[in-house]
């Protein structure tokens, strides 16, 4: 039997990773769309579909939300790891992070919040609450609308074809070296 090491209470969290990561857009009254990577994401519910996101309340994208009711969820895939660097790590209030990433804005089919063209699907959402939790402060999305590009979800992911982003905290991300196992 393998011996425990205690670990501190602050850094618990990171006992959850990796997690997988997403790219949030938003826009807010002023119409300039933002883009954030996070990797606090959830689905909360089936009936009604529910999400939630966690954002730090500092962050240019909480008060976008906060702002427009809305955002949408976008699943980046490996190859846009340098985007989700950079949207990660550049504030919105200084920089449009769609051009510094290279990222292609597109009109969302429900909300006002963009999607982003060259990940490999989208959730819509609109706010049904906000929570404050602690550091952090929570948004539940009712899904009102999502969509993935062709052949690379059937229920769930094709995984050999969908090399997400996964965060496996502090600097580093991974992908997932795919098996199967069916019961």
């Known amino acids: 039997m393998s011996s425990k090491m205690p670990v501190n209470y602050a850094s618990a969290y990171r006992l959850l990773y990796p997690m997988h990561t997403v790219l949030i857009s938003c826009i807010g009254n002023a119409n300039k769309p933002n883009v954030t990577t996070l990797a606090w994401a959830m689905p909360t519910s089936q009936k ?18 906060e702002e427009s009711g809305e955002f949408t969820v976008n699943i980046p895939p490996i190859e846009l790891l340098q985007a989700v660097i950079a949207c990660g790590t550049f504030s919105g209030r200084s920089f449009d992070k769609f051009k510094k990433a290279n ?81």
């Not at 009604?48 to 939300?65: E, K, N, V």
């Not at 094709?158 to 997932?176: C, E, F, I, P, Q």
């Open 103 to 183: 990222l292609t804005p597109i009109p969302g089919k429900r909300v006002k919040a963009p999607a982003i063209l060259e990940c490999l699907a989208h959730i819509e959402c609109t706010v049904e609450d906000k929570i404050p939790t602690g550091d952090h402060v929570m948004f539940i999305g009712k899904i009102v609308e999502a969509y993935a590009d062709m052949g690379m979800f059937s229920d769930s992911y094709d995984l050999k074809r969908a090399h997400m982003v996964y965060h496996g905290g502090g600097n580093s991300y991974h992908t997932l070296d795919v098996k199967t196992f069916k019961p």
């Open 48 to 65: 009604p579909p529910l999400i939630a996101i966690s954002l730090a309340p500092g962050r240019y994208s909480c008060s976008l939300i």
